[in-house]
């Protein structure tokens, strides 16, 4: 179950100048390489044009689309994808059953999940008391008893009395409960974000502009290769001899 993040990225400036159609979809994450060829082809340079937003989003985590707006974070939304591009499918549906019960309210609480998947516990498929009831008598191995005892036991009771103990919750995918591990901040802001995420116009052209050989350098360059063609190795005096 893989999930989708994908943003409508707009130039700013010539939004403003009248440029409505100057903007491209975008499919999150990406590198610092693929979004710099987005923003050539947008116009975004570095320099003059260096301001973007967010003009329409796209995805499948649910409960996500209710916190993004014009005025997200790029780098944040890029670190978002990366880190659930790396869940496998049994913690992603997990966040679908956060939603139907208690919603994140921001980008950094969906980036903060990614490293506390075990602090829920979704039991797929059980979707109401009874379901409860069966999957602890028979499938959670935790009810030490003879088989033929359970069959006395009416699950849909029983499975009361355990959501009553536990607090959870039902939900269209199965029941979530909240284990006893504590939940992590790790993600606080960008400065715990490692600068190979980072993909806002500011860090492209910055990072490109570190590969780029400096202007002492470029004019050394020349000065030598200048040198290497007015003194060549075998003067034409030479060869003619």
Known sequence: MSKEIKAFIVNSKAY?????????????????????????????DGTYFKEIFFDEFKTNVAGLINV??????????????????????????????????SPFKDVR????????????????????????????????????MPEE?????????????????????FTKVGYLIKSDDLWLDDYCGKEDMHENFLVSPQAVFKSFEKEK???MK??????EQVGKISNPAHKKSDIER
């Open 16 to 44: 403003d100048d009248g440029e409505r159609d100057l903007g491209e979809w975008v499919s999150f994450p990406v590198t610092k390489e693929e979004m710099k060829s987005v923003y050539d082809r947008i116009g975004i």
């Open 149 to 169: 005892w359970k069959t006395c036991i009416d699950p849909k009771a029983f499975g009361e009395h355990i959501l009553k103990d536990e607090l959870g919750d």
């Open 218 to 223: 470029q004019l050394g360059k020349t000065k």
């Open 109 to 144: 609480s969906f980036i903060n999940f990614a490293s506390n998947v075990d602090y829920y516990v979704l039991i797929e498929g059980v979707k109401n008391a009874e379901d409860l009831g069966n999957y602890y008598l028979y499938k959670s191995g935790m009810v030490q």
């Open 213 to 215: 050989p400096s202007v």
């Open 68 to 101: 993004l707006n014009v005025y997200t974070d790029i780098d944040e939304l890029n670190y978002l994808a990366l880190c659930l591009s790396e869940l496998p499918s049994s913690e992603l549906a997990k966040l679908d059953a956060i939603a139907e019960t």
